[in-house]
Every structure is written in C-alpha cells, then in structure tokens.
C-alpha cells in the first residue's frame, strides 16, 4: 500500500495544497517551506492512530500551533488522503479538526471511502446524541474502525527516520529511560539486536555488502549483546595485522553510522519511510548513488515500499533516473505554500537527459540569495 495524493488545508504552513505521490518521492524547496511539516503530516496520522486526536496533536502545540498563519475565516483543519492498495483498492481519508471553547481537540468531520463506497461519515447520530465521542476519531478506535482497519494498520505502519549518529552511539544520555520507535536513534541498536537472528544476519551482510564500497577496509558486521544486557554493533576492518581489528558503534564515523541506519532501515518494516535530508554527513559521491541503492534494495520486496525523501541536495537529485513526476518542489508565498509543478520545458529537459538537480534544483532556491552577502569592514 502507498499514499497516492495528499490534500491539505490550514495545516502548518500549507492553506491549500493538493499533490499526487508517486512510489518514491522527492521533497525540495528553500529554507522554512514546509519540507518537514509536509512529511509531518504522514507521521501525524500515524499518531493519530497509535495514541489518539488529542495526543497527536498536543505533542505538535495543540491545534493553534498547527494551524497555518495564513488561516482566514476558516479555520478548521483538513488532511485528506488516498492510499493504494493491494489489487489497486482505493481508499480516501478525510479529517478535518478544531478546538472547542475548552481548547480541546475536536473532529469536524471525519469520512471513510473504499472504492468509491462510503464506509464512514461523522459527525453521525451517535455523536449528536453524545458530542464527547467527537474527541476521538474512529480511526483510532478498534470497535469503529473494523471496516477500515486495513487502513488504520496501514498509517501505523508509517516509519520516520532522521538519525542523528550521537543520539545511537549514546542513547542514554538523551533519554535514561527506553525509547520506542525513536526516529533518532535512541532504540536503533535495540531493535536491530531483537530482530530474529536469520534475518537479522541476512540483512547485515547485505548491508555489509554496501558498506563495503563507502568504507573499503571493511570486512564484516555483526550484532552483539555485552555482559552488561547492552546491544553493539561490531565491524571487522582489515589492516596490516592478519586478523581484522574490530570496533563498535562509538568508534564509527558519523557517515558510517548514518549509512548503516539508512540501509538497515530501508529494509526494516513495510510502510512509507520518511527520511529526513539522508544527505547529512555522508560524501558527495555516495549520495549521488544513494538513490539507486535504496531503489535496488526496494526491488528485492515482495511488495515495494513507498520512500519520501526531504533534501536539500543537488547530488541526491542527481540520479539520472529521478523522474519530474517524482519531485515535489515546494515555493512558500504570502498565502501559504503551494506545489510548484514541472512544466512541459522541464519535463523535455529531463528527456533529453538533464536531472533533477540541473532542472528543479535551481528553482527550488530562496528567492533573492544572490543578496545574501556578508560584508566585512
């Protein structure tokens, strides 16, 4: 399953915006367009149905803080998605959220369709007989989402990923206590070492395997638990001695741990992955193959993994095999930010075998830069 269109309106920094999503997916734009907020948006619906409206929503400011500053008359918030599934079964979700005088978080509306059927459209009876049902959403409540539970399991399996290199190696010293699903990090080596131990090993050597191109004296990876109940990951490198010399997670470079994360999780779990500028730390020449890497790897699915991707990178895009209908270019305004298509010029461009980062990078750069100058007298 993969989300196929997102509408938005009054979210964060998007009053109105409508895009379709392709299997993969690359976000661009300047500084402060909403690239984070847009992929905030599939993690908020995966919230939405882990912990519920209320708590998705306050861990993000409560609604004032996520509706957009463009908001006029009204107000009301609305997400709006199609998803594509197995057999080409369409579905549309559609939420769209207020608060009431107490500030609570409060459905508007909440509408459920599956092929073109509509399974669900509240507010309904029950909740003119009884308001306080509409603090809660159907989609995170098991007894009203059995008809759409597909698509429930399906926003929770959305997995966020921005891996910052000392929150693995030191987990602890940002949260002394355990953290679930940490997009960071924290629970990284964790959920590496609880992954059964045939396909643990299987993806390590795959990943070993790629590795091996950015960091050449490399010869193996493996897993270990130390006497104290602490997960490692440990690398073999060879070097003038016979026997390689080993070192764990806080002895590896910061491109080598991000790399790793990367791989490893493009190939933990089944839903869209969200990655956040994968570029950070990682050279030039391995980010201009990272692409093809995470699209070869996606291949060898049974079923393929939608991946969004937030960059500011010009060698990310420099794939030759990113299409214009892959790339999302955001241009902020004084009315919000809208979706800045590909014309016909850029399209022919990429034909004739320019790339993205030659075509749609250039746009995608703040207005007026030429002026950033420092002066110094």
Same mark, same amino acid.
């Given at each position: 399953?993969?989300?196929?269109? *997102?509408?938005?309106?009054?979210?964060?920094?998007?009053?109105?915006?409508? @895009?379709?999503?392709?299997?993969?997916?690359?976000?661009?734009?300047?500084?402060?367009?909403?690239?984070?907020?847009?992929?905030?948006?599939?993690?908020?619906?995966?919230? %939405?149905?882990?912990?519920?409206?209320?708590? @998705?929503?306050?861990?993000?400011?409560?609604?004032?803080?996520?509706?957009? /500053?463009?908001?006029?008359?009204?107000?009301?918030?609305?997400?709006?998605?199609?998803?594509?599934?197995?057999?080409?079964?369409?579905?549309?979700?559609?939420?769209?959220?207020?608060?009431?005088?107490?500030?609570?978080?409060?459905?508007?509306?909440?509408?459920?369709?599956?092929?073109? @059927?509509?399974?669900?459209?509240?507010?309904?009876?029950?909740?003119?007989?009884?308001?306080?049902?509409?603090?809660?959403?159907?989609?995170?409540?098991?007894?009203?989402?059995?008809?759409?539970?597909?698509?429930?399991?399906?926003?929770?399996?959305?997995?966020?990923?921005?891996?910052?290199?000392?929150? %693995?190696?030191?987990?602890?010293?940002?949260?002394?206590?355990?953290?679930?699903?940490?997009?960071?990090?924290?629970?990284?080596?964790?959920?590496?070492?609880?992954?059964?131990?045939?396909?643990?090993? @299987?993806?390590?050597?795959?990943?070993?395997?790629?590795?091996?191109?950015?960091?050449?004296?490399?010869?193996?990876?493996?897993?270990?638990?130390?006497?104290?109940?602490?997960?490692?990951?440990?690398?073999?490198?060879?070097?003038?001695?016979?026997?390689?010399?080993?070192?764990?997670?806080?002895?590896?470079?910061?491109?080598?741990?991000?790399?790793?994360? /990367?791989?490893?999780?493009?190939?933990?779990?089944?839903?869209?992955?969200?990655?956040?500028?994968?570029? *950070?730390?990682?050279?030039?020449?391995? %980010?201009?193959?990272?692409?093809?890497?995470?699209?070869?790897?996606?291949?060898?699915?049974?079923?393929?993994?939608?991946?969004?991707?937030?960059?500011?990178?010009?060698?990310?895009?420099?794939?030759?095999?990113?299409?214009?209908?892959?790339?999302?270019?955001?241009?902020?305004?004084?009315?919000?930010?809208?979706?800045?298509?590909?014309?016909?010029?850029?399209?022919?461009?990429?034909?004739?075998?320019?790339?993205?980062?030659?075509?749609?990078?250039?746009?995608?750069?703040?207005?007026?830069?030429?002026?950033?100058?420092?002066?110094?007298?």
């Amino acid at each position: 399953m993969h989300f196929s269109r *997102i509408k938005l309106r009054n979210w964060k920094n998007f009053k109105n915006f409508e @895009a379709a999503l392709q299997l993969r997916v690359f976000v661009i734009g300047p500084n402060a367009s909403g690239k984070s907020n847009l992929l905030d948006t599939l993690r908020f619906l995966r919230d %939405v149905a882990y912990d519920g409206l209320d708590k @998705a929503t306050e861990a993000r400011g409560g609604v004032s803080t996520v509706r957009c /500053l463009s908001a006029t008359r009204y107000s009301d918030i609305l997400i709006e998605v199609d998803v594509t599934g197995l057999e080409s079964t369409a579905w549309q979700y559609q939420l769209v959220f207020n608060q009431d005088q107490q500030r609570r978080t409060m459905v508007r509306s909440e509408i459920v369709w599956k092929n073109g @059927a509509r399974l669900l459209e509240r507010p309904d009876e029950h909740d003119q007989r009884d308001p306080v049902r509409l603090s809660q959403t159907a989609l995170q409540q098991i007894s009203a989402n059995q008809d759409f539970r597909e698509l429930a399991d399906f926003f929770k399996s959305v997995s966020y990923q921005h891996l910052l290199p000392q929150v %693995v190696r030191d987990p602890r010293g940002f949260s002394p206590l355990p953290v679930s699903n940490d997009p960071y990090g924290r629970d990284l080596l964790l959920r590496l070492w609880q992954t059964p131990a045939k396909t643990r090993d @299987a993806r390590l050597r795959k990943i070993s395997s790629a590795l091996q191109i950015a960091v050449p004296q490399l010869t193996e990876l493996r897993a270990i638990m130390d006497d104290a109940g602490t997960p490692h990951l440990e690398e073999g490198y060879s070097h003038w001695r016979p026997h390689a010399a080993r070192q764990n997670e806080s002895q590896f470079s910061d491109g080598t741990l991000r790399l790793l994360g /990367l791989l490893w999780t493009s190939l933990d779990g089944a839903g869209p992955l969200l990655l956040e500028e994968p570029e *950070i730390s990682l050279h030039p020449e391995i %980010v201009r193959r990272l692409p093809a890497v995470l699209e070869r790897m996606n291949r060898q699915r049974k079923e393929p993994r939608q991946t969004i991707i937030s960059t500011h990178s010009e060698d990310l895009l420099s794939d030759p095999g990113i299409g214009s209908e892959e790339v999302l270019r955001l241009q902020p305004g004084p009315d919000g930010t809208m979706l800045a298509l590909a014309d016909e010029a850029d399209r022919q461009s990429l034909l004739a075998g320019l790339t993205a980062a030659d075509v749609l990078m250039p746009k995608a750069a703040p207005q007026g830069i030429e002026q950033l100058v420092l002066e110094f007298g």
